[in-house]
């Protein structure tokens, strides 16, 4: 299945870090932007040791190293290439995930406003009726974020907060993470042991 996974400028790029990290050991076709916005919180909550001025590709990469899915073989498309494969629903996309998903770019797919390629391929998966899971991650949330998380639901996006559970004994952040991620996958019916799943 072809998966592309958007990576927004929302708090927890960690959590986009280890999803694309276990997507890279499944057999899928993996293809990942990162916006802009991510770049920023990617430079600031990873605090990756990559100078402003040496361009998006060399933080990028860096980012891919730090979760050691470098040579992955995940093809890499910028935000700004919205001739990409992903931006037609010719292209036939598997599913689509944005994790973590911010508000700026809830809001815009809510209004059917693409102003980049996540943008376009949520709109993409919407009209095409094609999986699109948004892991939001703000808190408090406003009545504006709620409207629009209904909005997109409504018209068919799967909303996976970044909402760790606890019943699975989590003894490390990372262990936080991979809950959500692996609650990511299994809405996509994507196997996965991310975290021990209940089991009664």
Request: one cysteine or more.
């Amino acid at each position: 299945m072809k998966i592309f996974v958007g990576i927004s400028g929302a708090s927890g790029s960690i959590y986009g870090g280890r999803l694309l990290g276990a997507l890279a050991r499944t057999e899928h076709d993996i293809t990942a932007c990162i916006s802009e916005g991510a770049l920023d919180v990617v430079r600031y909550e990873e605090r990756l040791d990559v100078n402003k001025s040496a361009g998006r590709d060399a933080l990028v990469e860096a980012f891919m190293e730090r979760y050691e899915i470098g040579d992955a073989g995940i093809h890499l498309v910028d935000p700004r290439a919205m001739a990409d494969v992903f931006a037609s629903g010719s292209s036939l996309a598997g599913a689509a995930i944005i994790c973590p998903c911010s508000m700026s770019t809830l809001a815009s797919i809510a209004a059917g406003v693409t102003r980049n390629l996540i943008h376009r391929v949520a709109d993409v998966m919407l009209k095409e009726s094609r999986p699109l899971v948004l892991v939001p991650r703000e808190t408090p949330l406003s009545e504006i974020h709620l409207e629009n998380m209904l909005r997109v639901k409504r018209a068919g996006a799967l909303l996976v907060p970044a909402m760790p559970g606890f019943y699975h004994h989590p003894r490390t952040v990372d262990d936080l993470v991979d809950f959500v991620a692996g609650k990511v996958l299994d809405t996509l019916q994507i196997p996965n042991s991310l975290f021990q799943h209940w089991e009664g």
